[in-house]
């Protein structure tokens, strides 16, 4: 039911970074969660880092390495990665809820490839 537009992906140096928006067409300030998850091939998607009540999570590959952030003036989500490694290899997709009761709502993906 909500719409998100990723963006951002691309071929990255090992070692860069890399920063990723995801565009939301509900207000993000109004959202109960927003999320990014990345699935590499043939591994089940991973969660990466989510904000809920103005407070963030990451997964423990993310931590001190990711962030994620909003701009509720543009209803836009982010997640910038530093130093990415060629693991970090895979679809990155936004997701959010509505409430705590929704399921997520998809972004279409956007690829990220780590070359060494």
């Known amino acids: 039911q909500v719409q998100l537009v990723e963006s951002g992906g691309g071929l990255v140096q090992a070692g860069g970074s890399v920063r990723l928006a995801c565009v939301v067409s509900e207000r993000t300030s109004t959202l109960y969660a927003m999320a990014w998850f990345r699935q590499a091939p043939g591994k089940e998607r991973e969660f990466v880092a989510s904000?809920?009540?103005?407070?963030?999570d990451y997964a423990d590959f993310a931590k001190g390495r990711c962030t994620i952030s909003r701009d509720d003036a543009k209803n836009t989500m982010y997640l910038r990665m530093n130093a990415v490694k060629p693991e970090d290899t895979a679809a990155y997709y936004c997701?959010?809820?509505?409430?705590?009761?929704?399921?997520?709502?998809w972004g279409q993906g956007t690829q990220v490839t780590v070359s060494s």
């Open positions: 997701a959010v809820k509505r409430f705590h009761y929704s399921p997520w709502d």
């Open positions: 904000i809920r009540h103005n407070s963030d």
